[in-house]
């Protein structure tokens, strides 16, 4: 993996009072991206917009597409014409995004698409929070595919995960998301942009060796196929239909094995090094809350009333929520009372916290459909009944 | 001496253009493909591009296949998705001549919104549609370019839909090169790609096969050849028709032809010259070769 400054073009280092969307638009620029092709969905185009202002002074190309559909396919051809690509959406156009970003998964595309979640289903509530998409980012393309996926909680980690989010597309060449929502989205806080000479930045796989041997999915060490780029002359062949090394069509059951095997693999043999979170007081813990995003601040307040009423609770903080950190939830599941699980949706993570538990302890969901961000009462009620 | 033979070494002449290890194609025999993909070969053979700088696109279908049979950087996409795919490509990389190749159904049915935003955005890229009347890879059901009467699956008591004329679609939308032939007009087509490839900016041609094993048999139309000649002896030239007169019935007259060929500047060009007159010399312009 070979790591480089970030381009001093794209970085607008200093303290800035940005909101999240925006913050997303800069660490892409930051993260050395310069193509963005999107469609207008609320609460995510003051990123598109923000992009397509800043753009022109930077270099590189915004285009606002015909649909999101036609965004996600742009990027994956933008990506294979050398540069990184990048867009952002919401519930409606998250859904139409799903059959191209198998396209970017099975072609091993690196690219990274935020997706500032509103109230779902259908056109929900396009105004308001929600966290309805966390499954559909891990299961929502058919097929069986692995990507991953962060979750920002503040417009400062907007920016900060933005840039490791292209780092781990460029890494693993996989779709990569930025799962955050409105209100992290729409909140305005302090962003420090630091000078481009601080920022690491994970190039490209560039393959280097003998245009004839050149194998687009032939796995390196690591499981990650080397990278070329449309116009320096390898004359390649990728497509969206299971493949052999070559990058032709296999069509039958052992080239099915080896091409979606892999696809799993490299991520989840690679896990450990790419699954982050954040814990607090959880040696002690009774009762652990888990939560992400714009949850994760408001279970703090939830987490202070209990501990002043003198309830052991320990916090878990998704950073990464794709691949999910199965092995600490089960490590922790031995050790404490419950896990309770506030997320603006009927459920969805608490389905993997149960899953990682294995039985050991139980997931309580705070469930909240959305609209509206929890009552830390509601959550603090809930870590009461738990620790009984 | 009569044993002495001069040795030749047996090779396809488009060798050097086709990824032969992939060779036999699925195609069916009598399918327009062949004559297509051959078409395509010598008009690139013909030109001076720098072959290394083609960059060949397709959808999903039968002529989606073509991608993975030209030995050019090469890219078999999704149902519908060909020109988004090109167009991202195109802008991260200016230098590339894109050509997007390509079935009716795939363009004009699934994919007729990014059709019509590639042209009117005057996209730099050529875009050839092989129509055949029907989609073929799934088993003959009617489609967006079937003519009125016509017999498919899903079209079982003959085809009552009104159905696109593509030069038409094309020129309405903006394309700066519009030109439909027939497969058999194997020299024309060859001709026209050629041109074709010279121009900047959004270039369209159709081109009219038959679909032998589905839309042929069928209708009842005979075997791949009498029906390639079929729509070869009942083409008529007309250049520069008017596209409006252009809508083909069931075993009708094709008018076929170059029928616009003008010239305005592409996405990156008003994209370059508009930014630089707002914004003055703080833009970058983008994509354009540095002196």
Redo the contacts between chains.
């Keep these: 993996m070979k790591k480089v400054k970030a381009d001093p073009?794209g970085v607008l280092t200093g303290a800035h009072y940005l909101d999240g969307d925006f913050a997303i638009a800069e660490g892409g620029l930051a993260a050395g991206c310069r193509?963005f092709?999107g469609y207008p969905i609320t609460p995510s185009t003051e990123t598109a917009e923000r992009f397509v202002e800043r753009i022109?002074?930077?270099?590189?190309?915004f285009?606002q597409?015909?649909?999101e559909?036609?965004?996600i396919?742009?990027?994956?051809?933008?990506?294979?014409?050398?540069?990184k690509?990048m867009t952002v959406t919401s519930g409606p156009g998250f859904s139409l995004m799903m059959?191209?970003i198998g396209?970017a998964a099975m072609m091993e595309t690196p690219l990274v698409i935020a997706n500032v979640q509103r109230g779902g289903p259908s056109t929900g509530l396009p105004t308001l929070v929600g966290q309805g998409d966390m499954m559909q980012v891990r299961w929502g393309s058919h097929g069986d595919i692995k990507i991953i996926a962060l979750a920002p909680d503040s417009p400062q980690e907007c920016f900060d995960l933005t840039i490791e989010a292209f780092n781990l597309s460029e890494m693993y060449r996989v779709p990569t998301f930025i799962m955050t929502d409105e209100c992290v989205g729409h909140m305005h806080e302090k962003v420090v942009i630091p000078p481009a000479d601080k920022i690491e930045i994970v190039e490209r796989k560039w393959y280097e060796g003998p245009k004839d041997k050149y194998l687009p999915y032939k796995p390196d060490k690591d499981l990650v196929p080397f990278m070329v780029?449309?116009?320096?002359?390898?004359?390649?062949?990728?497509?969206?239909?299971t493949h052999d090394e070559r990058g032709?069509?296999a069509i039958n059951a052992e080239a099915q094995d080896w091409c979606v095997r892999h696809l799993n693999d490299k991520i989840t043999k690679n896990a450990d090094k790419i699954i982050r979170f954040e814990e607090d007081q959880t040696h002690n813990a009774e009762i652990v809350v888990i939560s992400y995003g714009i949850t994760s601040r408001v279970a703090v307040k939830a987490v202070q009333m209990a501990r002043k009423a003198g309830i052991k609770v320990g916090t878990l903080r998704l950073i990464t929520c794709w691949p999910f950190p199965e092995k600490r939830i089960k490590e922790l599941a031995g050790k404490i009372k419950a896990f309770v699980v506030p997320e603006l949706n009927y459920g969805q993570m608490a389905l993997e916290v149960e899953r990682a538990s294995a039985g050991k302890a139980p997931a309580v969901r705070v469930s909240h459909m959305g609209g509206w961000v929890h009552d830390p009462e509601d959550i603090l009620k809930v870590i009461k009944e738990a620790a009984k | 001496m009569n044993e002495e033979y001069c040795e030749v070494e047996e090779k396809n002449p488009m060798e050097e253009f086709l990824?032969m290890?992939?060779i036999p194609h699925i195609w069916c025999p009598g399918c327009g493909l062949g004559t297509v993909v051959t078409s395509f070969v010598e008009a690139v053979r013909k030109s001076d591009l720098d072959l290394?700088?083609l960059?060949v696109?397709s959808g999903?279908g039968c002529t989606g296949r073509i991608?993975?049979y030209v030995?050019?950087?090469?890219?078999?996409?999704?149902h519908g998705?060909a020109?988004?795919?090109?167009?991202?490509?195109?802008?991260?990389?200016p230098?590339?001549k894109v050509v997007v190749i390509s079935g009716d159904g795939d363009i004009h049915g699934i994919g007729g919104?990014?059709f019509?935003?590639a042209a009117r955005r005057n996209m730099d890229m050529l875009v050839i549609c092989v129509n055949n009347f029907n989609y073929a890879m799934t088993g003959g059901q009617v489609a967006a370019t079937t003519p009125k009467l016509a017999n498919l699956s899903t079209a079982p008591y003959g085809n009552f839909e009104y159905s696109f004329s593509l030069p038409y679609l094309a020129d309405a939308c903006g394309a700066t090169y519009v030109a439909r032939w027939t497969a058999l007009h194997l020299r024309r087509v060859t001709r026209s790609i050629q041109e074709a490839l010279q121009k900047r900016g959004f270039s369209y041609i159709e081109v009219i096969t038959p679909c032998v094993t589905l839309y042929a048999r069928r209708n009842r139309l005979g075997d791949g050849l009498s029906l390639l000649k079929y729509y070869y002896d009942n083409a008529e030239i007309q250049h520069g028709a008017d596209t409006r007169t252009l809508d083909i019935g069931y075993q009708g007259k094709i008018i076929i032809g170059k029928f616009i060929d003008r010239e305005k500047p592409t996405?990156l060009d008003c994209?370059n010259e508009h930014?630089a007159k707002v914004?003055g010399d703080?833009?970058?312009?983008?994509?354009e070769p540095h002196d």
Excluded: C
């Design positions: 073009k193509f092709a022109p002074f930077v270099g590189g190309v285009i597409m015909e649909d559909i036609a965004s396919t742009a990027l994956i051809g933008a990506v294979w014409g050398g540069q690509a059959e191209n396209l780029k449309a116009g320096d002359g390898y004359r390649f062949h990728t497509t969206g239909l032709y069509p | 990824r290890d992939r290394d700088k960059a696109v999903i991608a993975g030995k050019f950087d090469s890219f078999h996409s999704t998705r020109l988004p795919f090109a167009t991202g490509l195109k802008l991260a990389n230098d590339l919104n990014h019509i935003h996405f994209m930014l914004l703080k833009y970058q312009r983008y994509g």
